[in-house]
């Protein structure tokens, strides 16, 4: 991981781009870590891995830590495409067992990175290249962690003023929160969840399953949120999850935090609430495509990583032409300026951090000014909405890109 380059940029920066509405894990998950006798602020998988306790801990006959001996029912060879992907630098976005553009984007980036016929298929020379992760599954059954029923969620009102009243723009629901940590979205995990079981247990949909204790599992209750000034409801909102409760997730990876390997301490509860790993590789240069729809992360010629972006607008379209990166804030507060967003005059507001920021979890600063790479609060949205001008990925996305990115990396917008 590479060190902080800013600790905070010009809030005039950060008025740049427009998105829409999640939290990073500074909530009050205060369970300190028994293997390594440190309070992170949540509980930690282990001593040699400070992700939490929902990590992927992939052995070499493909064991998972947390994972349950609840067979999944279903085959799902395009979620499991997605998780390999995923795991391996080439973002397929929200992860939903569909194809649709970032999957495709993500297989094309894979097969130039592999000298394979760029296709943006799940050909039979792609799933041969794959096939060495055929021991990883699509999906696995995790537990969440005790300490994410002790967080307060609050609901995100639209009004930029109520907004601005909110201490941290964090998450919604406890549900929000677990399809950001996995990638995905909350109907993808009512899905591999029937009932509010995972698939596969006794009395979901699979007879041929292996059923587990019900008291393993607890009755899902109201995720609590917390009113708070500015919230949009004062009534607590049910959800389909709960602390303590069995749960099938997609099998992302690439998640070890290693000891010491992240200085800031917020910033390591953020990489462990999005399921990002601290081991990233540098890069020296980035190329984002306008038509595309694509950010390639290259270390010399060789392509290591490729995302889906939303990159500019008719108002505010992309800057082509090379920039330098200036520098990285993690968790930024957003100064709302709508002068500088074409919004004409107005009153400005200061926005708190947190990952349902309209720049998401971290922005990376250009030397282009009020430009910027920066998280969203939206993640399906990805390179389907314009932004206002500046690059837009997902949290997970972003919070990985960050980690591979430094001054001397060379950024190329290009149509």
């Known amino acids: 991981?590479?060190?902080?380059?800013?600790?905070?940029?010009?809030?005039?920066?950060?008025a740049a781009c427009s998105t829409q509405?999640?939290?990073?894990?500074?909530?009050?998950?205060?369970?300190?870590?028994?293997?390594?006798?440190?309070?992170?602020?949540?509980?930690?998988?282990?001593?040699?891995?400070?992700?939490?306790?929902?990590?992927?801990?992939?052995?070499?006959?493909?064991?998972?830590?947390?994972t349950t001996d609840i067979p999944d029912p279903e085959d799902r060879p395009i979620m499991q495409a997605q998780v390999v992907l995923d795991r391996v630098g080439f973002g397929p976005g929200?992860?939903?067992?569909?194809?649709?553009?970032?999957?495709?984007?993500?297989?094309?980036?894979?097969?130039e990175a592999n000298?394979?016929?760029?296709?943006?298929k799940l050909d039979?020379?792609?799933k041969g290249a794959l096939s060495e992760w055929d021991r990883i599954p699509a999906t696995r059954v995790v537990s969440i962690p005790a300490g994410w029923g002790e967080?307060?969620?609050?609901?995100?009102?639209?009004?930029?003023?109520e907004k601005a009243k909110l201490e941290r723009l964090g998450y919604t629901s406890l549900d929000e929160r677990l399809a950001e940590r996995f990638h995905t979205t909350v109907e993808v995990l009512e899905q591999l969840n029937p009932g509010g079981k995972p698939a596969g247990m006794g009395g979901t949909e699979s007879t041929n399953s292996r059923s587990a204790s019900a008291s393993t599992t607890p009755t899902a209750s109201?995720?609590?949120?917390?009113?708070?000034?500015?919230?949009?409801?004062?009534?607590?909102?049910?959800?389909?999850?709960?602390?303590?409760?069995?749960?099938?997730?997609?099998?992302?990876?690439?998640?070890?935090?290693?000891?010491?390997?992240?200085?800031?301490?917020?910033?390591?509860?953020t990489l462990a609430s999005l399921g990002v790993g601290s081991e990233q590789p540098s890069v020296d240069r980035i190329v984002v495509s306008k038509a595309g729809k694509t950010l390639k992360a290259y270390q010399g010629e060789k392509l290591v990583a490729l995302f889906t972006v939303s990159s500019g607008?008719?108002?505010?379209?992309?800057?082509?032409?090379?920039?330098?990166?200036?520098?990285?804030?993690?968790?930024?507060?957003?100064?709302?300026?709508?002068?500088?967003?074409?919004?004409?005059?107005?009153?400005?507001?200061?926005?708190?951090?947190?990952?349902?920021?309209?720049?998401?979890?971290?922005?990376?600063?250009?030397?282009?000014?009020?430009?910027?790479?920066?998280?969203?609060?939206?993640?399906?949205?990805?390179?389907?909405?314009?932004?206002?001008?500046?690059?837009?990925?997902?949290?997970w996305d972003a919070a990985r890109l960050a980690g591979m990115v430094s001054q001397s990396t060379q950024v190329l917008f290009e149509a």
Request: glycine share 10%; net charge negative; hydrophobic share 30%.
């Open 124 to 126: 039979e020379a792609t």
């Open 313 to 395: 607008s008719s108002e505010f379209p992309l800057p082509l032409g090379e920039w330098d990166i200036v520098g990285e804030a993690y968790n930024p507060p957003y100064s709302y300026d709508p002068e500088v967003l074409g919004n004409g005059d107005g009153e400005t507001y200061t926005l708190a951090p947190g990952p349902n920021s309209p720049v998401g979890i971290v922005w990376i600063d250009l030397s282009k000014e009020h430009y910027g790479i920066h998280g969203t609060p939206d993640p399906e949205t990805i390179g389907r909405a314009q932004s206002s001008g500046c690059v837009r990925l997902t949290n």
């Open 222 to 269: 109201p995720t609590p949120r917390a009113s708070g000034t500015g919230s949009s409801s004062d009534a607590p909102t049910a959800g389909l999850f709960a602390a303590g409760q069995l749960i099938r997730v997609p099998n992302i990876g690439a998640d070890r935090i290693a000891p010491r390997s992240v200085e800031d301490s917020d910033w390591q509860r």
């Open 151 to 161: 967080t307060s969620y609050t609901d995100m009102p639209e009004d930029v003023a």
């Open 21 to 66: 509405g999640a939290e990073d894990e500074q909530d009050a998950d205060s369970v300190a870590s028994a293997e390594s006798g440190e309070d992170h602020g949540y509980e930690t998988y282990g001593a040699d891995n400070h992700a939490d306790t929902m990590a992927s801990n992939d052995d070499a006959s493909g064991d998972q830590a947390q």
């Open 115 to 120: 000298d394979l016929t760029v296709t943006g």
């Open 1 to 14: 991981m590479r060190t902080l380059i800013l600790a905070a940029v010009s809030s005039l920066a950060l």
């Open 94 to 111: 929200v992860i939903d067992g569909k194809m649709g553009m970032s999957t495709e984007n993500a297989l094309r980036g894979f097969q």
